[in-house]
């Protein structure tokens, strides 16, 4: 499935507290997915938002400089209304799926949706398909 | 950490601890040490020294036996900024470690990420070598094939990929130890999954095992390629004693690897082969790697 993608606004409207589901402290391990999700946040302003299978919607940006424990990278948060409560594990590791094959499809090359769907099938990853 | 008594049952030791540049470590320190060197025993990626549980007991009757569990593995304090997890630091904190309990000799017995920390401090320290028995591991730049391939293994650890494979899905202690052992009738009881799973028990808790494959150098350049590139330059004046044991069945280091050290090694018996042994070779073969370690005990002083 594509992952959804909102606006700002829109995802204002559906949520106002964010919890961190997703880190990476190293996007440039690979520099490929560094300069895509780069050129990606810049193309939206710092921030891309996306609503998961489960109807929860998603945020996408760097880490804010001064990070209590120095960290760096780009991290992804679901936003929840204030008194809210969080989707389960499972449900966010489902709605993360369609996010990590987004990334696979804007980077190409070596990095290919079947590739991803294979190694999800063989560790067994929520939104993999079971056999690839 | 509390260690629950259902796995406490088949990981019976003391925790010992030392605090090393600011970060507390968790170890065993077992038997006595005689006039025979210290067997220090290393681990890899995903583990920590419960994978030892089933060799210890064999070989401390005869030797003092030590493993610790790295930063960021097993008991020990986890940094939770993926940058500090260096082949470097995790060698210097172990040379540290070895310096603080005084060993003046030494055995050490490596596996997967324990290789090149063993061998980094070999290199750097071969008057405290007494031998080494190598598993499962390498200690040469160039990547095996299962390392330079996408699928899975640079897949599985890419960016954002690797963050919700490796820390959020606990994809290597869930399920890399089931398809990299042999024996997995042991894993799917309880208590051995419930012990590999203890000190993993959150994202956070992971990032060392998330850091681990992106410290593989796989052309000149990257990380951690001159450091590897010296260590094989190094093999052929390791003077020591050396003793391979390997799984043949490990699709991570073939037993080509085998071969390779014992060409490079200049004293080294012939590789001995489990057949039916995977990459994880602890759950495998305990009973030969206790053998193999008490022939490098009982070979000292010969």
Redesign the interface.
């Known amino acids: 499935m594509a992952v959804q993608w909102i606006s700002k606004q829109e995802a204002q409207k559906l949520g106002e507290r964010e919890e961190r589901v997703l880190l990476e402290q190293t996007p440039g391990h690979y520099p490929e997915f560094e300069d895509f999700i780069g050129k990606e946040l810049e193309k939206k302003g710092g921030r891309l938002f996306f609503r998961g299978v489960s109807g929860a919607v998603y945020s996408v940006g760097r880490l804010p400089e001064g990070d209590p424990d120095e960290l760096r990278g780009v991290e992804v948060s679901v936003r929840t209304v204030a008194e809210g409560r969080m989707p389960s594990a499972e449900t966010m590791d489902l709605d993360l799926w369609p996010f990590l094959e987004w990334l696979m499809e804007g980077i190409d090359g070596e990095w290919t949706l079947k590739a991803l769907r294979q190694t999800g099938a063989i560790y067994r990853v929520p939104g993999a398909p079971e056999r690839a | 950490m509390e260690i629950p008594q259902h796995v406490r049952e088949i990981f019976p030791f003391q925790s010992r601890w030392m605090e090393v540049e600011g970060r507390r470590l968790h170890y065993l320190d077992e038997g006595k040490e005689g006039n025979k060197p210290t067997v220090v025993l290393l681990h890899g990626n995903p583990t920590w020294s419960f994978l030892y549980r089933e060799i210890v007991p064999r070989i401390s009757h005869k030797c003092r036996a030590v493993a610790l569990d790295y930063a960021g593995f097993g008991l020990s304090d986890k940094p939770?900024?993926?940058?500090w997890y260096t082949l470097e630091n995790h060698t210097g904190i172990f040379t540290e470690f070895i310096e603080r309990l005084r060993l003046k000799k030494v055995i050490l017995v490596v596996q997967d990420w324990g290789g090149p920390i063993g061998v980094g401090f070999a290199m750097e320290h071969p008057d405290r070598m007494a031998g080494m028995l190598i598993m499962n591991t390498w200690a040469w730049p160039e990547p095996s094939l299962f390392h330079a391939s996408?699928?899975?293994w640079?897949?599985?650890?890419?960016?954002?990929?690797?963050?919700?494979?490796f820390?959020?899905?606990n994809?290597l202690v869930?399920?890399?130890l089931y398809?990299s052992t042999e024996n997995r009738e042991k894993l799917k009881a309880g208590a051995v999954l419930d012990g590999y799973r203890l000190p993993f028990s959150s994202?956070e808790s992971r990032?060392g095992m998330l850091a681990f494959p992106?410290n593989i150098p796989l052309k000149p350049g990257d990380l951690n390629w001159d450091r590897m590139a010296k260590m094989k330059a190094a093999l052929p004046s390791f003077r020591f004693p050396c003793r391979l044991l390997w799984g043949e069945k490990d699709n991570v280091f073939p037993s080509e690897n085998a071969h390779k050290f014992q060409e490079m090694l200049p004293n080294c018996t012939s590789p001995r082969m489990i057949p039916h042994g995977r990459h994880f070779i602890q759950e495998d073969a305990p009973v030969e790697i206790a053998e193999e370690i008490l022939a490098l005990v009982d070979a000292w002083g010969e």
Not at chain 2, 80 to 83: A, G, H, M
Not at chain 2, 154 to 165: E, Q
């Open positions: 939770l900024n993926e940058r996408v699928l899975p640079r897949m599985m650890h890419a960016p954002f990929v690797g963050a919700h494979f820390l959020r899905r994809i869930e399920r890399g398809l994202p990032i992106r």
